[in-house]
T-cell receptor, first 117, second 115 residues
């Protein structure tokens, strides 16, 4: 149980284009989803927290107009990187939690490798 | 503010040897502590967690961790390392409050295993 999937697993896009990453909870209802960014050999940095049906809460320094997050249902959240640039290349990981999860416990997706050329 | 420190960036151990990965946290109250493992290009898998009670917690894959409040530490241990344990290990502490609290991660420790 508690499986989170991400799609695509890797994507290459050209500078200036937008790319959408999907995060799905497969066997539970995700009331809260988190989006992280991980640079090579670095830790995970929280980008934003989203609750189903409401606007995402972005961490300081994260451009909300560039990283659009939508949590339209209890099983799906999307992260859209708009007008991508090479510096947006990174590993993006989502996680999710449900109402029955232990405090702070999150289930992580396998990640999406984004390369902007 | 809560923070997590993993002092060792990279550790190499021989297969069959014991392992201890260090983690120190900064938190005013009783922390919620986690250890995750990440294989290359993969997401994070939960190894174990501590909320309260017995300070020695057992996890998956033969790992255990001990919570020591006096030292603000939550070190991860394994008595005999296998080659498949080579990965990146992250310690994390629950931040904020309530059910929507997020995790703050340490910078990670990369474990290499020599044959």
């Amino acid at each position: 149980g508690a499986v989170v999937s991400q799609h695509p697993s890797w994507v290459i896009c050209k500078s200036g284009t937008s790319v959408k990453i999907e995060c799905r909870s497969l066997d539970f209802q995700a009331t809260t989803m988190f989006w992280y960014r991980q640079f090579p050999k670095q830790s995970l940095m929280l980008m934003a927290t989203s609750n189903e049906g409401s606007k995402a809460t972005y961490e300081q320094g994260v451009e909300k107009d560039k990283f659009l997050i939508n949590h339209a249902s209890l099983t799906l959240s999307t992260l859209t990187v708009t007008s991508a640039h090479p510096e947006d290349s990174s590993f993006y990981i989502c996680s999710a939690r449900d109402l029955e999860a232990a405090p702070y416990e999150q289930y992580f997706g396998p990640g999406t490798r984004l390369t902007v050329t | 503010a809560q923070s997590v420190t993993q002092p060792d960036i990279h550790i190499t151990v021989s297969e069959g040897a014991s392992l201890e990965l260090r983690c120190n946290y900064s938190y005013g109250a009783t922390p919620y502590l986690f250890w995750y493992v990440q294989s290359p290009g993969q997401g994070l898998q939960l190894l174990l967690k501590y909320f309260s009670g017995d300070t020695l917690v057992q996890g998956i894959k033969g790992f255990e961790a001990e919570f020591k409040r006096s030292q603000s530490s939550f070190n991860l241990r394994k008595p005999s390392v296998h080659w498949s344990d080579a990965a990146e290990y992250f310690c994390a502490v629950g931040a904020g409050g309530g059910s929507q609290g997020n995790l703050i991660f340490g910078k990670g420790t990369k474990l290499s295993v020599k044959p």
